[in-house]
């Protein structure tokens, strides 16, 4: 399935994101800053990326869903997609 700008506007925003509060924590451990709050943000970066990601997966669930109830073939099968979820959790 390809990805397209209405299905991934959430998640390429929350990624965009997360990659700024990495850039922070790498700069937090280039700079000896306190270990706590370098761990705090990744945590954060972490869980920011997972989100994400899920969202990425729902936007397929729901294109492909669409897809089948206007009579045309799902690019992935149900099996795929939750193939792809379940190696986010």
């Known amino acids: 399935m390809k990805l397209r700008p209405e299905m991934t506007g959430e998640?390429?925003?929350?990624?965009?994101?997360?990659?700024?509060?990495?850039?922070?924590v790498i700069e937090m451990m280039e700079n000896g800053e306190d270990c706590q709050a370098a761990l705090t943000q990744l945590a954060a970066v972490s869980k920011a990326i997972d989100r994400a990601?899920?969202?990425?997966?729902?936007?397929?669930?729901?294109?492909?869903?669409?897809?089948?109830?206007n009579g045309d073939t799902p690019e992935m099968t149900e099996?795929?997609?939750?193939?792809l979820f379940l190696a986010l959790a």
Request: proline share 0%; aromatic share 2%; net charge positive.
């Open 79 to 83: 099996e795929e997609l939750e193939k």
């Open 53 to 69: 990601g899920y969202k990425i997966i729902a936007s397929g669930m729901r294109h492909c869903r669409a897809a089948r109830e």
């Open 11 to 24: 998640a390429l925003t929350r990624l965009k994101r997360a990659r700024g509060q990495l850039n922070a």
